[in-house]
């Protein structure tokens, strides 16, 4: 069976680099399932949840903002945030979480900064979702 390289660099390097069978993104159109011959695209994705089958395993990855090149062969994803399960420090996410929410509630902001404490908000929660997959 055709296999896709998938690459996930993050300004601190390279996340991720292997043969996959699919990966699902979620893209800034909604969730993006790839396959190996996929027709060529460019999208920017969203913070959320990144999932990797290769072998009938699946690897799920928080990831955050960022861009995907797709080709028939390739997903290369640029991020700033791309975090396995097993990296992911459940408390301080949570801790982000409360601290985002209580500053959307607390203050009017300008829309810029309104915008980073979403952003930083979704990351948080992308987080959590992918930490707390396995628990049920």
């Known amino acids: 069976m055709a ?20 990966v699902v993104l979620p893209a800034s159109e909604g969730e ?13 994705i969203c913070p959320g949840e990144l999932v990797v089958s290769k072998g009938g395993e699946r690897l799920y990855l928080a990831v ?33 979480v409360k601290r985002a929410e209580e500053a959307l509630k607390a203050h009017e902001f300008g829309s810029e900064e309104a915008a980073s404490v979403q952003v930083s908000l979704a990351k948080s929660l992308a987080q959590l979702r992918v930490k707390r997959r396995r628990h049920g």
């Open 3 to 22: 296999k896709l390289t998938l690459e996930i660099v993050t300004p601190e390097g390279r996340a991720y680099s292997d043969q996959v069978d699919m």
């Open 32 to 44: 993006m399932g790839v396959l190996p011959m996929h027709a060529p695209v460019m999208t920017q």
């Open 64 to 96: 955050g903002a960022g861009f995907v090149e797709i080709t028939q062969t390739h997903v290369n994803v640029l991020t700033d945030m791309a975090l396995e399960e097993k990296a992911i420090d459940e408390a301080a996410a949570e801790a982000a």
